[in-house]
């Protein structure tokens, strides 16, 4: 399984963003894709999952959605903070995880 997460970018703080993650190959199921982030210097975090999960720092501005068809998972990002600056995976909501791949890089400047 290869996952490519895009839509990256450097955006002010206020901004948005969506990022996507596409899947190929076989996955267990879309529904069990989640997004994490990686900030400078910090171990890797659980942002979204499920339909409803978030981590606390994100509650009320990210939102996780999922394409079935298109084995496809978002994460649409609002008033993005300059803590939100990371690199952001998608991958399986637990182990075993399949290869993390590049991610796609967020940056919010202030």
């Known amino acids: 399984v290869q996952l490519q997460a895009s839509g990256g970018g450097l955006v002010q703080a206020g901004g948005s963003l969506t990022l996507s993650c596409a899947a190929s190959?076989?996955?267990?199921?879309?529904?069990?894709m989640a997004w994490y982030r990686q900030a400078p210097g910090k171990q890797r975090e659980l942002v979204a999952s499920g339909n409803t999960a978030y981590a606390d720092s994100v509650k009320g501005r990210f939102t996780i959605s999922r394409d079935n068809a298109k084995n496809t998972v978002y994460l649409q990002m609002n008033s993005l903070k300059p803590e939100d600056t990371a690199v952001y995976y998608c991958?399986?909501?637990?182990?075993?995880?399949?290869?993390w791949g590049q991610g796609t890089l967020v940056t919010v400047s202030s």
């Open positions: 991958n399986l909501v637990r182990p075993p995880f399949y290869s």
């Open positions: 190959g076989s996955i267990f199921s879309i529904n069990l």
